[in-house]
């Protein structure tokens, strides 16, 4: 069993609609959460950074941390078909700064 | 401007042969990390380098070396020991400040001939 599993769609939704996307992980021990954007053959970028439980916003996005259940998620308010991407989450304990952990990553396709 | 730069973008390698990938940043990040994509299997991790002259092997280290003589560069050759090594590399460097947030390069895209 993988630390963290992502569902590696591919996600299609209509221009507007509001998207989720989630990850869950086996670690207890991971701290820090994050989401990045890949567009195609690109590196990835940061989209979103959470220390802990919580939400925080930015924007039309949304990134929620539920430690108790090892579950996160981020939110894609009025998705727009730039948003066509690979999103990747990612977690760490935040000891030692081995590196980061990596889901799958999910590609979303947000049709005009 | 600051950032990390791979190069080349695209690099074929031939039976037997060893290549070496580029990776710079003018960032002043102490560390840098080297990681592959396979399609399907996000990001794996194949060496890291906290501090100038040291680096650890990660989990698909198999293959692969590198070294760290200067902060600001971080190559990745890939050996003839590495016998799938199709993939997108990707390298990525962190502030000691900065919590654990990665900064990556825009990636090398390794195919054999």
């Known amino acids: 069993q993988k630390e963290v599993e992502q569902d590696p769609g591919p996600l299609s939704v209509p221009e507007g609609a509001i998207v989720s996307l989630n990850c869950t992980y086996s670690?207890?021990?991971?701290?820090?959460f994050m989401w990045y954007r890949q567009y195609s053959r690109k590196g990835p970028e940061l989209l979103m950074y959470?220390?802990?439980?919580g939400n925080k916003e930015d924007g039309r996005f949304t990134a929620q941390v539920d430690k108790s259940s090892k579950y996160i998620s981020l939110f894609i308010r009025d998705s727009q078909p730039s948003d066509s991407a690979t999103y990747l989450c990612?977690?760490?304990?935040?000891?030692?700064?081995?590196?980061?952990?990596f889901g799958s990553g999910t590609r979303l396709q947000v049709q005009p | 401007d600051g950032g990390i730069t791979q190069s080349p973008k695209y690099l074929f390698r031939k039976e037997g042969q060893n290549v070496t990938l580029s990776c710079e940043q003018n960032?002043?990040?102490?560390?840098m990390y080297w990681y592959r994509q396979d399609p399907g299997q996000g990001l794996r991790l194949i060496y890291y380098s906290q501090i100038v002259n040291d680096f650890q092997k990660g989990d698909i280290a198999e293959g692969y070396s590198v070294s760290r003589e200067k902060k600001e560069s971080f190559p990745l050759t890939v050996t003839s020991a590495q016998k799938n090594p199709t993939a997108f590399y990707l390298c990525?460097?962190?502030?000691?400040?900065?919590?654990?947030?990665?900064?990556f390069g825009s990636g090398t895209q390794l195919s054999v001939l």
């Open positions: 960032l002043n990040h102490d560390a």
């Open positions: 670690n207890s021990a991971f701290q820090y």
């Open positions: 990612a977690m760490t304990r935040g000891t030692g700064r081995r590196a980061l952990t």
């Open positions: 959470t220390y802990s439980s």
């Open positions: 990525a460097s962190c502030s000691p400040v900065g919590g654990e947030k990665l900064f």
